[in-house]
């Protein structure tokens, strides 16, 4: 235990164990970590806004800063957005490792579900070298595990959750794109304006589970490794294992332009 906590406190120590880790290395672009750090910041904030409005009530908040606060998150709702279309630029045409292909969990010929089953079963028992210590991860990019939220985050739920506070915005204050729809018929206006707030909120809540279990798994990772996960989305750089260094400079060999 003195040993992992030595290592977690000089990350670069773990260097010193060759047959275990063999090389620091450039793995997330700077763009993707600002990209990072500055979507945090706004989700956070998006949350914070929705919190206060919906429970304006329990708050004793007057109207005047109920809608303060409401258009507030529509503004923040539309910097969300412009970060969203960022990242999806970068999965375009990112460097190697904020790409979709880092985000696909396939991989050595086996399908999703294959490739989950052994994951999970990896994650809840993990491999061992010959000195019984466990097995860091071979992905020099995001985790395999970590995949199957991270796709149909970027793919689906964020692209989702920017539509539906689009139209929310239009139907609720008559804002961009689609200011008409706050002029709809008053049943079809309500139905609507239903319809899209649950839907907004329901995605909102699956957001937060998803930073929940990511907050969970980078924890986990970095107790049971001793690794630098959570520093190397601020520097850039990962302490990787051989396998995962070998990786790295076969996906890297013939990087895509940034």
Do not use: C
């Amino acid at each position: 235990m003195a040993d992992r906590t030595q290592r977690m406190a000089d990350p670069n120590s773990l260097l010193d164990d060759p047959e275990r880790y063999n090389a620091k290395l450039p793995v997330w672009e700077p763009r993707l970590r600002l990209w990072h750090w500055a979507n945090l910041l706004v989700i956070t904030l998006l949350i914070l806004s929705y919190l206060i409005f919906d429970n304006h009530k329990a708050l004793g908040l007057p109207k005047p800063q109920t809608v303060f606060f409401q258009k507030t998150h529509v503004v923040l709702g539309y910097l969300f957005a412009i970060l969203v279309l960022g990242r999806l630029h970068l999965a375009f045409r990112g460097a190697t490792f904020s790409r979709w292909k880092d985000l696909d969990p396939r991989h050595e010929g086996k399908g999703f579900l294959a490739v989950l089953r052994e994951e999970i079963a990896l994650h809840i028992k993990p491999a061992t070298d010959t000195a019984g210590r466990l097995v860091p991860d071979p992905d020099p990019g995001h985790n395999r595990l970590g995949r199957y939220l991270y796709l149909p985050l970027l793919a689906v739920i964020l692209p989702l959750q920017v539509a539906t506070g689009i139209l929310w915005a239009s139907l609720k204050f008559g804002w961009l794109p689609f200011p008409f729809l706050h002029t709809l018929s008053p049943p079809l206006f309500k139905a609507s304006k239903e319809l899209v707030s649950n839907i907004h909120a329901a995605i909102l809540y699956a957001i937060l589970g998803f930073l929940l279990l990511h907050l969970l798994g980078l924890v986990k990772y970095e107790l049971t490794f001793a690794s630098d996960l959570f520093s190397s989305m601020i520097h850039g750089k990962k302490i990787l294992t051989r396998k995962a260094a070998e990786i790295y400079r076969r996906e890297t060999e013939d990087p895509p332009a940034g």
